[in-house]
């Protein structure tokens, strides 16, 4: 990340946020809200920023670019908040805590050394349609269908088979939102183009999305898959992505875990560089099944502190599944043994000793290490302010 305050940091957009309920929804057969600006400070700047361009004229928005700045800004707006953006007296605070978070990150030696956030931006929350920055609510069909607590490299289980763990825990996919949506670590996305196509590679289990430009159609129906499939195209100097055929196994939440998304779901994202560092992205969440009404997503991105992003060896050992299932069987054969001697008790939780899982006394061994952390330390840590549990 570059040294260089942005052009303004902190409140105003280009169009303002109580437009937004002007504008048809998604579900209503109608495209996504217009972009919400973030990164403006007050109000637009008096010259429009002006998007360099690539060798055969697209607007570039090439570039290493990450999330971390947005630490502090939560999903929902806090109920007793009515603006998007923070008072004064907030926006001092945040703005301290910032620079304090800076000088105790350079400071600090560990394996998050990197991965803080520099400047501070003055939203309120990371949702900005509907106006009010809250989630809609959940259809009694989706509340059906909530994902147990007890799954998950964090749960208690009981764990049989591969498929009672997250797709994260099994360093497959975090899902489109939850790649990019700032966690603990590894907030990279390299954004590359070419003529009639962008790619955009996320730092954390390492996915690839190719996303052409050159206007051919959606595949068939009939093909689901984790991450969509993505048709783009240029309006002005803005990216507008739409995604379709998205399997239910995906979530909105923070590292892909939590509530998850029925198939129907359909995502329209936004990319527009804003300023010299800074591309904002919004996202747009149309899923019916799911929520009661759509919802939108705005925040911006800022250049990733050495423009490189860093390897994340997931599969190679990761230990938490082949520990998490055979302490299981292991449990399955103790209690087995325990009834021949006359011996009848609860099955002893999977998480218990874990600190991270809240758990207390003696552990049979699930989450150890978690995915990926023999290789390189990259591990599993605990998404910071998932919303969707």
């Not at 004229?57 to 939560?74: E, K």
């Not at 969509?228 to 979530?251: F, H, M, Q």
């Amino acid at each position: 990340m570059t040294k260089r305050a942005l052009i303004a940091v902190g409140i105003a957009t280009v169009i303002a946020i109580a437009s937004l309920g002007t504008v048809p929804l998604v579900g209503q057969g109608a495209s996504a809200p217009p972009l919400v600006v973030t990164a403006y400070n007050g109000t637009a700047p008096e010259k429009p920023y002006t998007a360099p361009k690539t060798p055969w004229g697209d607007p570039d928005l090439q570039g290493v670019w990450s999330s971390d700045d947005t630490q502090g800004i939560p999903m929902q707006r806090p109920q007793n908040i009515s603006s998007l953006y923070q008072s004064e007296e907030q926006w001092a605070a945040r703005q301290k805590q910032t620079q304090q978070g800076v000088q105790n990150a350079l400071n600090a030696i560990g394996t998050f050394r990197g991965d803080y956030a520099r400047r501070a931006f003055r939203q309120t929350s990371l949702i900005v349609d509907p106006a009010d920055g809250r989630q809609p609510a959940i259809t009694p069909a989706a509340e059906k269908r909530r994902a147990s607590r007890d799954r998950g490299t964090f749960g208690d289980g009981p764990f049989n088979t591969p498929e009672d763990f997250t797709l994260y825990d099994r360093c497959i996919t975090r899902g489109i939102v939850g790649s990019v949506l700032r966690v603990v670590y590894g907030n990279g996305n390299r954004i590359v183009q070419a003529p009639g196509v962008v790619a955009i590679s996320y730092e954390m289990i390492h996915d690839t999305r190719v996303l052409y430009t050159d206007g051919r159609p959606h595949v068939n129906q009939a093909i689901r898959q984790y991450l969509g499939d993505s048709r783009a195209r240029w309006v002005g100097d803005e990216l507008v992505v739409d995604t379709t055929n998205l399997t239910d196994k995906t979530s909105i939440g923070l590292n892909g875990n939590g509530l998850r998304h029925s198939d129907q779901m359909k995502i329209t994202e936004r990319f527009k560089r804003v300023a010299e560092d800074v591309v904002q992205y919004q996202i747009t969440i149309d899923d019916p099944v799911t929520y009661a009404a759509p919802w939108t997503i705005s925040l911006p991105l800022t250049p990733l502190e050495g423009n490189v992003l860093l390897p994340y060896e997931c599969h190679e050992g990761n230990l938490a599944l082949m520990q998490s299932l055979s302490a299981e069987r292991a449990e399955d054969r103790a209690l087995e043994e325990d009834l021949k001697k006359g011996i009848k008790r609860a099955r002893r939780p999977v998480q218990d000793g874990n600190p991270q899982a809240g758990g207390g006394g003696r552990g049979r061994g699930a989450g150890a290490g978690g995915a990926g952390a023999p290789a390189g330390g990259r591990g599993n840590a605990p998404a910071e302010g998932d919303q969707e549990r």
